[in-house]
């Protein structure tokens, strides 16, 4: 049972115009939801996080959204730019002892062509 | 501050055998965390250390055991190796915190590709 999901596997965007990344879950005990960015051959970096007492975080380029209700969160990303050519993963955590434990999606490989 | 280091980069075990992968914690870490992404996967929770004792455990069988040293390094061993063993195994840290701070924010390594044949 995939906790959570990120339904596209691929995404790919002009330089310069907005990207738009999806994560749905299904867990409602999930409080805390972050995005990792990785590259080939290095370990996913941490690139935003949001609680789940906040509907949006800004971060320069980076903006998280999530709905609550919907059990939906987006990455918006603009501009794009050529290096954030990436996979991007969703990740959640529960509060107390799990609060480290994250449970990541699939993953969505971002291409942004110049 | 050196980042999150792992050994072997890469190795091939065949099926029965034992792996231990090796693990060091960014400069004021003290929590660990091993995680196994699948080609095609995100990865997943194995289990974590924190003042050299299993903190938290995924949905892995005994054959995955780990150790934490004083120095915060970690090892991850495999025991009976199958080969949907076959991953990358990412360490990461992250510096101990209150539950309630949401700074459950963890630093990866680069990981270790084990090939199973």
């Known amino acids: 049972d995939q906790q959570v999901k990120q339904n596209s596997p691929s995404l790919s965007v002009q330089e310069g115009r907005i990207s738009i990344l999806n994560c749905d879950y299904t867990n409602s005990m999930f409080d805390y939801f972050l995005w990792y960015k990785k590259y080939p051959a290095e370990g996913p970096t941490f690139l935003i996080s949001?609680?789940?007492?906040?509907d949006k975080n800004e971060d320069g380029r980076f903006t998280v959204f999530l709905n609550k209700s919907a059990k939906h969160l987006s990455l918006h990303i603009v501009p794009s730019q050529p290096g954030d050519s990436a996979v991007y993963f969703c990740a959640a955590s529960v509060p107390g002892a799990g609060s480290y434990q994250l449970t990541f999606g699939k993953g969505t490989k971002l291409s942004v062509i110049p | 501050e050196t980042g999150v280091t792992q050994s072997p980069t890469h190795l091939i075990k065949t099926r029965g055998q034992q792996v231990t992968l090796r693990c060091s914690s960014q400069s004021g870490h003290n929590t660990v965390s091993w995680y196994q992404q699948a080609l095609g996967q995100g990865p997943q929770f194995i289990f974590q250390?924190?003042?050299?004792?299993?903190?938290g455990r995924g949905n892995f069988p005994p054959r995955f055991s780990g150790l934490q040293f004083p120095n915060y390094s970690s090892e991850l061993n495999v025991n009976a190796l199958e080969l949907d063993d076959s991953a990358l195994y990412l360490c990461?840290?992250?510096?101990?915190?209150?539950?309630?701070?949401?700074?459950?924010?963890?630093?990866f390594g680069a990981g270790s590709r084990l090939t199973v044949l």
């Open positions: 250390y924190y003042r050299e004792e299993e903190n």
């Open positions: 990461a840290s992250s510096p101990q915190t209150g539950r309630s701070s949401g700074a459950n924010v963890l630093t």
């Open positions: 949001i609680s789940s007492i906040k």
